[in-house]
Nanobody
Framework: VQLQASGGGLVQAGGFLRLSCAAS????????WGWFRQAPGKERDFVAA????????YYADSVKGRFTISRDSAKNTLYLQMRSLKPEDTAVYYC?????????????????????WGQGTQVTVSS
């Protein structure tokens, strides 16, 4: 599957952005999906994940209550809605997919468990 992330930009603190990740290739619903982010000089960190069915979502503590992950199977697109943005949310955001997850498993929060990655989209939050 190929992933194309978009929607990043420059926003003031307290603002809102919605990131998109368009997927092409195999059936959308056979993957777990995740968002990660990498700030300058730091490691890539888990942000949010959603199960292949869309029924289960998971968030890093730092974004819980502010970010919402969702998916639209008809459009083969993954989303990350981000509100109440803070300067510390500034990073390159990456979408990722885990192929054919084992039934009943939760989407992973570790980078090395994902099989495919998008190219990243820059989010900059000014104070």
């Amino acid at each position: 599957v190929q992933l194309q992330a978009s929607g990043g930009g420059l926003v003031q603190a307290g603002g809102f952005l919605r990131l998109s990740c368009a997927a092409s290739g195999r059936t959308f619903s056979t993957y777990h999906w995740g968002w990660f982010r990498q700030a300058p000089g730091k490691e890539r960190d888990f942000v949010a994940a959603i199960s292949w069915s869309g029924a289960n979502t998971y968030y890093a503590d730092s974004v819980k209550g502010r970010f919402t992950i969702s998916r639209d199977s008809a459009k083969n697109t993954l989303y990350l809605q981000m509100r109440s943005l803070k300067p510390e949310d500034t990073a390159v955001y990456y979408c990722a997919a885990e192929e054919d997850p084992y039934p009943g498993t939760a989407p992973p929060t570790q980078m090395n468990e994902y099989d495919y990655w998008g190219q990243g989209t820059q989010v900059t939050v000014s104070s």
